[in-house]
């Protein structure tokens, strides 16, 4: 009886992927489980569960909105040996890790060990993301085109080196801050501030025992991701971020305001030299320390005068980068991460919808530093039953029956349109029919390409 209660309690949409699954898969059916919780989960369950070959999803801990078509599972996503255990109990085949935290921690070597193939890369490939100061110094052996840096343990050394800079500084904690360890610093006063914040009162934890503080480079910002599987790396369609909170790129660093896809920023030239002289050679570096990465490999870039410039490495997809890339991909999401996992990535092309996609972020009031939690939120049912819209949820939960709030960034609002502008029409016209208080949101997401 309890197996026949847990279908009952299934929405109509659940119900509906599964058996769509089980009538298409026969014998090659899988199992997956996806680890987070967030934006990016939520838009890769969604993915994931329109592939045939998937016969059961689950995801931990998940959010309303990823229950539409996966079963939750309340095991956080940090806590690995509840995960372990979970996939050897109910015989999961694939895992996806979606946020930066596990891998960092070693959950993809944990699971490969206990014999399921994992999509996301090892706890020593992960240091590309987990470790600014690690990922730097590969970028310097390899010739990498990126911001000059310098690392400091100590805060007094680091503020007698900003005391005699002049010109204007990113201060970023080295470890995970949940992208929001970035400050551009104009005065030296900032820095200082900046520096005292971070080392001395631990505002990103132990994140900021080490901090890099780099050349303030500029230009337009643009994600490249790519599917790596060894030597073998595959250059997803471009995506353009927006970190700022505010109108105008203004305001403090938050981890995405929004995105679309694909962005008119990015050449194919430029595209191409991004692959030679960056994505080529990072992952050349990983191996030359013995690390094989595998996994989505994400490079925030700046396109400066002299050439693109890397800001960053991520571990994984981006977020909110993934909520378009996913409305655009036409391919089998299945099929794609199974031959990043098999060594398979050179067989295969991905297939996209050529019309871009935008994704526009609501957030709480306050974000990103302090905000509310448990607000109703209301018309996230009215948007996201709009032509060629997706409402992905970033931050909410469940009280009684209410949606409410449960994070800074709490809906990405996702739409495909023929032209940008109809894309961007679409994506605003849906946010309009959400409403929750202290609602907040840019609206000038794809400013960039409405000007080209």
Same mark, same amino acid.
Do not use: C
């Given at each position: 009886m309890a197996g026949v209660a847990a279908v009952l309690a299934l929405s109509a949409k659940t119900v509906k992927v599964r058996l769509d699954s089980?009538? =298409?898969?026969? =014998?090659? !059916?899988?199992?997956?489980?996806?680890?987070?919780? !967030?934006?990016? @989960?939520?838009?890769?369950?969604?993915?994931?569960?329109?592939s045939t070959r998937v016969t059961e999803l689950f995801c931990a801990p998940g959010n309303p909105g990823i229950a539409d078509v996966a079963d939750l599972v309340p095991i956080a996503a940090t806590d690995l040996e509840k995960i372990e255990k979970f996939v050897r109990q109910n015989e999961i @085949? %694939?895992?996806?890790?979606? +946020?930066? $935290?596990?891998?960092? *921690?070693? %959950?993809? $070597?944990r699971l490969t060990a206990a014999g399921a193939k994992v999509f996301g890369p090892s706890k020593a490939a992960a240091q590309v993301e987990a470790d600014k100061w690690f990922a730097k110094e590969i970028m310097r052996h390899q010739a990498i085109p990126t911001a000059e840096a310098h690392s400091f343990t100590d805060p007094l050394a680091a503020e007698e080196y900003v005391k005699m800079r002049s010109q204007p500084v990113a201060i970023k904690a080295s470890g995970l801050a949940k992208g929001k360890g970035v400050t551009l610093c104009y005065r030296p006063g900032d820095a200082l501030e900046t520096i005292d914040r971070m080392m001395r009162k631990k505002v990103f934890g132990s994140a900021g025992e080490r901090i890099v503080i780099e050349e303030l480079i500029t230009g337009p910002e643009c994600s490249v991701l790519a599917l790596v599987s060894k030597r073998t790396i595959y250059v997803l369609e471009p995506a353009q971020d927006h970190k700022p909170v505010d109108d105008?790129?203004? !305001? +403090? *660093?938050?981890?995405? *305001?929004?995105?679309?896809? +694909?962005? +008119?920023?990015?050449?194919?030239?430029? %595209?191409a030299q991004v692959e030679r002289e960056i994505l080529v050679p990072v992952v050349d570096g990983l191996l030359r320390e013995g690390i094989e990465y595998s996994g989505c490999l994400y490079a925030g870039l700046m396109l400066t005068p002299g050439g693109p410039k890397v800001l960053e490495f991520n571990c994984r997809f981006g977020d909110p980068e993934t909520q378009p890339l996913m409305m655009r991909l036409q391919s089998d999401l299945l099929e794609v991460m199974l031959a990043v996992i098999e060594g398979r990535l050179d067989q295969i092309e991905l297939r996209w919808d050529r019309?871009?996609?935008m994704c526009v972020v609501a957030a709480s009031k306050g974000y990103p530093g302090s905000y509310a939690t448990g607000v109703a939120i209301t018309g996230?049912?009215?948007?996201?039953? *709009?032509?060629?819209?997706?409402?992905?949820?970033?931050?909410?939960?469940?009280a009684g029956k209410t949606l409410v709030s449960d994070g800074g960034r709490v809906l990405g609002v996702t739409a495909l349109g023929y032209t940008f502008a109809e894309a961007r029409r679409r994506a605003y016209a849906a946010m309009e029919k959400i409403h929750f208080d202290g609602m907040h949101y840019r609206k000038d997401i794809g400013h960039q390409a409405l000007k080209s």
């Open positions: 089980f009538l =298409n898969a026969g =014998n090659a !059916g899988m199992k997956v489980l996806i680890v987070g919780s !967030g934006g990016r @989960e939520h838009a890769l369950a969604w993915k994931l569960a329109a @085949e %694939l895992v996806v890790i979606g +946020p930066e $935290d596990p891998l960092a *921690m070693g %959950l993809a $070597d105008g790129d203004t !305001g +403090p *660093m938050t981890g995405g *305001m929004g995105a679309y896809s +694909p962005t +008119p920023v990015m050449s194919a030239e430029v %595209l019309r871009p996609a996230v049912e009215q948007a996201d039953a *709009m032509a060629d819209v997706k409402v992905f949820h970033s931050g909410t939960k469940l």
